[in-house]
């Protein structure tokens, strides 16, 4: 059994993040989602970067996940990690065990 987890993860993720992670970061953004799971999910203003290997532009969405929930310490950072292989970039990573 898990214990409850106080987590909050903020940073910029493409605009596509879904469609270039793999199969957990869709599982995850949808039971972080869900009304009956106790994180929430902000998304702020969008922003363009430059694609070093060629002249386009990339749009990032700022993000913030947060809340409360009995969940895996251990899973959250490896979301973390699918979310970086997806192109995201992570500028604040906090999980902690409330009730250790």
């Known amino acids: 059994m898990s214990n409850v987890h106080r987590v909050l993860i903020e940073g910029k993720l493409p605009f596509d ?3 270039r992670g793999n199969e957990n970061v ?3 953004f949808a039971r972080f ?7 929430s999910i902000v ?4 922003s363009t970067e430059p694609v ?5 532009k990339y749009t ?3 993000f913030k996940i947060s809340g409360e929930e009995a969940v895996w310490g251990s899973h ?4 973390c990690e699918d979310l970086k292989n997806a192109g995201a970039k992570i500028t ?3 999980i902690e065990d409330i009730e250790c």
Do not use: M
Request: glycine share 10%; aromatic share 22%.
């Open 26 to 28: 869709k599982l995850w």
């Open 43 to 46: 998304y702020g203003k969008t």
């Open 92 to 94: 604040k990573q906090e």
């Open 76 to 79: 959250v950072e490896q979301f």
């Open 52 to 56: 070093p290997e060629s002249n386009g």
């Open 33 to 39: 989602s869900s009304p009956s799971f106790g994180f």
């Open 17 to 19: 993040v879904v469609n």
């Open 60 to 62: 990032y969405y700022d």
